[in-house]
């Protein structure tokens, strides 16, 4: 298994796979500052075909987009779900998401590509999640919601049932979300108010 990406986020995603009985795994990352743990570090290269399995272990979501897009052709990417995470059967997981100690993800919810699912996030029933989402640790997506392509739930935030939250939006930490978001919105507070958009990507 290859992860591509040495930094934070690759630590916990190794300790994902590691708690899987995946022993198998090589970092790769643009930037290689040594070793990480027991773990070698090499220069990610795209020239090769490797037969391997692939986790971008980036937080950042325009990054991990970027990424997903430069490798799509030559790697499959797989997906790490934690042992202690409650996935309901009925729903589904896209490649190269992950989801992490705690998370929850309940009945007939589909999550998208290259999602983080963060530590105790909830995802509740009948939600869609596009790709390249990361919902942070302890937020709660109340049922039937969708979140558009990119968006970040900020650590802890609400979301109430049947929200829609565009794509490439900021949700903050906390925010309480009662209304319908547009897409590329920063938005903080209980109730969630915009303050500023993100750039278009
Ligand atoms: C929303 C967020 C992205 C804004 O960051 P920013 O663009 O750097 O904005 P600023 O820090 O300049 O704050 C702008 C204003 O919003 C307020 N604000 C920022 N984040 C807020 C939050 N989470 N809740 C309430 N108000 C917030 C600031 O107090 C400031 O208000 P002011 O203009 O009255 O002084 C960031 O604060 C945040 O909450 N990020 C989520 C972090 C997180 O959950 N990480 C999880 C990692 S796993």
Redesign the pocket.
């Known amino acids: 298994m290859i992860l591509y990406g040495a930094g934070d986020h690759g630590k916990v995603i190794v300790e994902i796979l590691e708690a899987n009985n995946i022993q198998d795994i090589v970092f790769w990352d643009d930037n290689p500052k040594g070793d990480l743990w027991e773990f070698k570090v090499s220069k990610s290269s795209t020239n090769i075909i490797v037969d391997k399995y692939m986790i971008i272990s980036i937080?950042n979501n325009i990054i991990r987009k970027i990424i997903a897009e430069k490798t799509n052709k030559q790697f499959n990417f797989a997906k790490a779900i934690h042992p202690n995470s409650v996935i309901s059967r009925r729903s589904v997981i896209g490649q190269g998401s992950v989801v992490m100690p705690g998370g929850i993800i309940n009945a007939n919810s589909i999550i998208g590509e290259h999602v983080?699912i963060?530590s105790c996030a909830v995802v509740e029933h009948d939600c869609v999640l596009a790709d390249f989402i990361?919902i942070?640790?302890n937020?709660s997506i109340c049922g039937n919601v969708s979140i558009g392509e990119g968006t970040?739930?900020?650590?802890?935030?609400v979301i109430i049932q049947g929200i829609k939250i565009g794509k490439w939006c900021?949700?903050?930490?906390?925010?309480v979300i009662i209304k319908d978001i547009p897409d590329y919105a920063?938005?903080?507070?209980?109730p969630g108010k915009i303050?500023?958009y993100n750039q278009s990507t």
Do not use: D, L, R
């Open positions: 937080g983080i963060n990361h942070s640790p937020a970040h739930v900020g650590a802890g935030a900021t949700i903050g930490a906390g925010a920063v938005v903080v507070g209980n303050i500023k």
